[in-house]
Nanobody
Framework: QVQVVESGGGLVQAGGSLRLSCAAS????????MAWFRQAPGKERKLVAA????????YLTDSVKGRFTISRDSAKNTVYLQMNGLKPEDTAVYYC???????????????WGQGTQVTVSS
């Protein structure tokens, strides 16, 4: 079993920054890919960023390229999402997910956190 705990959400003005953290613990977690999804009210949960187990392969959805960065500290089994230049449309619940490989679909991830709210005011 793998436990996933997110932190770092909050309320920020447009143009501001936040850093989300996701700590995973459990069996062989260091060999898993990790990802951040987000779900806005009334919308589907979609992938924002993902990183493979070694940290040398990443994915960012087009709408956050140039603003968000994903990274991981393998020694701490923690992944970070640095969010700069935040926009009101980034408002959502952000979920951390853990899976066997870097994928783009919800179903490719097995373990999920409870989510952390990010609200960007205009």
């Amino acid at each position: 079993q793998v436990q996933v705990v997110e932190s770092g959400g909050g309320l920020v003005q447009a143009g501001g920054s936040l850093r989300l953290s996701c700590a995973a613990s459990g069996r062989s977690v260091s060999r898993y890919a990790m990802a951040w999804f987000r779900q806005a009210p009334g919308k589907e949960r979609k992938l924002v960023a993902a990183i493979n187990w070694s940290g040398d392969s990443t994915y960012l959805t087009d709408s956050v390229k140039g603003r968000f960065t994903i990274s991981r500290d393998s020694a701490k089994n923690t992944v970070y999402l640095q969010m700069n230049g935040l926009k009101p449309e980034d408002t959502a619940v952000y979920y951390c997910a853990v899976g066997s490989s870097l994928g783009r679909l919800n179903d490719e991830y097995v373990y999920w956190g409870q989510g952390t709210q990010v609200t960007v005011s205009s």
